[in-house]
């Protein structure tokens, strides 16, 4: 896993030919631009690269903590199907706050990142879980949200059950 890992930081740090990235220039190629993850796999994908000190914090910066020109990235290089996929009772999948920015952004012709960053922004001001500032911003946009409402009740359902448990 650590190897596969590295040759995604070394090809993201390439790419953009910075030594040092915010969160966000790591996570939204990998679920946005490229596809390899959901929004909420790149986000666990950093958070491992961190706890396994691939990446280290600086600031409001994320820097490699090995040398990358020692990282041979393969010719059309993608990350294995198996990576971070985790199973879940979700209904629609891990990606479903892709399919609902994909979904505003059809609907209203604006990026999928800058609607990804509204969501987060909403998420952070308003201290609601992603899903709900999904809803909350699609709201916003007139953009009919009904087909999700069932995937985040469960979701919403199974997140209080999970800090009830804990108190």
């Known amino acids: 896993m650590d190897r596969e890992a590295k040759i995604i930081i070394a090809f993201l740090f390439n790419r953009s030919g910075k030594t040092k990235l915010k969160e966000s220039e790591i996570y939204l190629p990998l679920s946005m631009e490229l596809g390899w993850l959901s929004a909420k796999e790149a986000q666990e994908f950093i958070n491992y690269a961190i706890k396994q000190e691939l990446l280290i914090k600086k600031d409001e910066s994320l820097q ?14 993608t990350p294995s ?6 199973k879940t009772d979700d209904v629609k999948g891990d990606n479903l706050i892709d399919e609902i920015v994909i979904q505003i952004s059809t609907f209203t012709n604006y990026s999928q990142i800058k609607i990804l960053e509204e969501i987060k922004q909403e998420e952070k001001e308003k201290n609601l879980m992603l899903e709900v500032a999904a809803l909350s911003i699609a ?27 804990q108190t």
């Open 64 to 77: 490699p903590n090995f040398p990358l020109e020692k990282i041979t990235i393969p010719l059309d290089f």
């Open 81 to 86: 199907e198996k990576l971070f996929s985790k």
């Open 139 to 165: 709201r916003k946009y007139n953009v009919g949200m009904t087909d999700w409402y069932d995937s985040i009740e469960k979701i919403l359902i199974k997140e209080n059950r999970e800090q009830f448990r």
